[in-house]
C-alpha cells in the first residue's frame, strides 16, 4: 500500500510569499518593520523623502490603485533593458514600504525612459510615469546620491538650458562624445561653422546655441529657476553648477537693467552693441 | 412585434442616436466599437479634457487667468480628439514655438516647416523671445518642480499672446508636457498663486491658451493642400510611421483623431499625412512602442537607446512592413531613429532606413530644396537613396549646396533667409513695437 504524501499547511495570508523580501515569513505587512530594513544613518532621510513624497499634491492625484496586472511592465521599454519595472513601484507605494521605495529611488528609478505607455494603458489610471517623476524630482531636492550619480555628466546639459534657454547646441556633437553617431556627425563638427550659416534662419546660425534667444528671455528664464526654488536644490546635488549659474544670474541680469534703462531714456545706440550679447 | 413595441423601440433609437450625436459632436462615421473605446478615455480619466477646458473657462470669468482664444482670422479646422470631443487647430496667424532639440541637430526640421508655411502662404511669427519648454530637462534628470515647469510654459505663451498669434508647439514633448502643465494651472490653485507674484515680476500675467496644438496636427490639417503642390510621386513607395509618445500618450485624451486615419485607432498625425501625400503606410508590431530616445538615456546612456531603436523599432519596420522610409513627428524620435542605425553596422545589422520628419517628408515632396531647406545633410541615413527612388535630382542639388558652403566660406555668398532678419536689438530686449516692425519687412512668405 502507498503511503499517503502529506503536505505542510501553507498560511492563509497570501503575504506569506512576499517576493519583495529577502527574508519569507508568515509576517503579516501591518507588523513587518519596515525601518528595520533600512541602514539606520539612512532611516531619518528616507522617511523624510517618502513624507514629502507622500505629501506631493500629485502623489494622490496619480496613484489610484493597482489590481497587480502587470500591463505597465510588459509595456515597458525600461523593463525589458533593465531591472526595473513600473509595477512594483506603485506595489511598493500602495504598501507605504518606505524601505523599498528607498532602495527603488536609489538603484532603479532613473531606468525610465518617460514614454507613459504604462499610463496610457494601466486599467486603474494610474499616471505611473508622473510618479517615477515625483520621486526623481525629490531625490534631486533631497540631493540623494543616485541624483548626483545621474547629474554629473548632464551639468553641462543643465548650464545650457538654465542659463540660455535652450536645451543643447550644435558643437556638443563632437566626434569623441558622439562617436557612434556615425562619420555624418564628425564631418558637422568640422565644419559646424559653415553648416550652420547655410541653415536659412538668423535664430539658428550659431554653432553654441540651438537657437538664439534674447538677453531678455534667457534672464526671464534664469529667474524663473531662481523664483521657483530649483536653483537651490542643485545647491545641494552640484554646488560648483550652483555658483556658475548665480554669477552668470547677476552679471546678465545687471546688463539687462543696464540696457533697458539706456533703451527708454533713448541713450542706447544699438550700433555699439556686438552682434550678440553671447560675445559678451 | 406589435406596431406599438416597434415604435417605442424606434424612439428609443432615436434618442439614443440623439445622445451620442450630442455627446460626440464628431461621431459620423465612427463605428459603435471607436464611439464604445471614446466613452472609456472620456470618462475613465477623472481629469478628462471636458472637465479642464470647464474649470479653465471659469477661471477665465473669474479674472483668475487670461485665455489666449482661437480667433476667426486663425482659419480654425476642427477634428476630434481621442475622447470624441472637438478640437480646434488654428491654421495661420501662428507663433512658432520652437524645439531645442530641432533647431540644435535637425535644423531641417524647423526649416521645413517654416518653407511649407511659406508655400501656403500662412502667416506665422518666429522669435528670438521663446525659450525651451525645458520638458527634456525635466524628464531626463528631474531638476524642476511644478511651479518652475508652469513659470516656463506661461512666459512663452505670454509672448505670443501679446504679438496676438496663436503658439505652435513643434516638439512632441513641448507638446505633451505642455499639456500636462495646463492641466496643473488649471486644476491647482497653489501652483497659481506661487506662479502669480513670479510673472509679476516680469511684469507678465498667467496666460493659457484655448488649445495646446502640436505642428504635426497643423501638418494634418493642411496636408490635402500641401499634397496638391507635391512634385513627386510616392505611391509606390512604403512607408512606416512612429507616432511618438508624448504626441498621444502623455494626457492622451488631447490628441486628434480620424476616422480615415487607422479607422481611427491610432492618432491622425503624422500617418494621416503621409496617407495625404500619397504613400503606402505600411504597419509592424511595434507601431505603439518608444524609439528609445529615454530623454537621460540618449545623452548619458545610448548604449539602451541604440539596441532599442534599432531591434525594436527599424528592425521590425523593414522586415515586417518591407519599409522604405520611417517617418515620423518628433525631435526624439527623429534623432534616435535616425542616428542610432549607424553602430548597428558593426554587429552586421546594416539597415540604414532613411528617417524624415513628417514636415521633410511634405517639404521635399513639394519640390523644397533638400539641402538648403531640407537640411538632410544632417541625417546619419540614407535620406539621399530615398530621394533617388522618387525621382529628386539630388546630385544636382548637392552640387549646387557644396558650391553654396565654399562661396559661403569665402565670403563671396550672402546666407538666404525664409522671413527677413531680426534687428539687432531683438536680440537683446522683447520690445512692444516687435511686431509692427517685423510686419512692415514684409511678414515671412519669403520676402
Sequence with gaps: MATKTVFAPLPDDPRYMDMAYDIQGAESEEQRNFLSNLKPEEREVAVKFWKAVKEDHRFNDYLRGCLNCGVCTSSCPAAKFYDFGPREMIQYMMRDAVDKIWEFTNKKVWACVQCFTCSMRCPFNNEIAGLIMVLREYSVRFALPSAKEILAPYRRILLTVITTGNQVTPDMIQPDTFPDWGPQAVEESKNMTVYRQAVPVDLLQRTDVGWHASLQTAVEMMTIFVESGVIEYLKGVDKDLYDMIMDIYEERKQTLEDLKEKWEKGELNEDELPDSWLDM | MVNGEKLAQENVEKKMNEEIKDAFPMSDGLTWDDIYQRVIYRYGSPHNLAHIKEELYKLEDKGEIIVHHIKPYNNPMEFQSLNGLTKKIPTTKLWQHKSCGQCGHIPGYPTSVFWIMNKLEVDYLDEPHQTSCTGWNYHASGASNPVALAGVYVRNMWRAYETDYFPLIHCGTSFGHYKEVRNSIILEKEIRDKLRPIMRKMDMDIVVPEEVVHYSEWMYAMSKKAAAQKKYDVSNMKAAVHTPCHIYKLVPEDTIYDGEVWQGRRPAAPSGTVQNFGAKLVDYSTWWDCCGFGFRHILTEREFTRSFALFKKVMPAVNEGHADIFVTSDT???????????????????????????????????????????????????????????????????EKFIQYLQDLREGKAEPQYLYPKHRKIDFYLTLPERVSWYKKQGGQANK
Design chain 2, 332 to 398: 526624439g524620435c527623429v534623432t534616435t531613429l535616425d542616428k542610432s542605425q549607424w553602430a548597428g553596422k558593426a554587429h552586421g545589422f546594416d539597415y540604414n532606413l532613411p528617417v524624415l520628419a513628417d514636415a521633410q517628408f511634405g517639404a521635399i515632396l513639394m519640390g523644397a530644396d533638400p539641402y538648403t531647406v531640407g537640411q538632410i545633410h544632417w541625417h546619419a541615413t540614407d535620406v539621399e537613396g530615398f530621394m533617388r527612388k522618387i525621382g529628386v535630382p539630388v546630385d544636382d542639388y548637392k
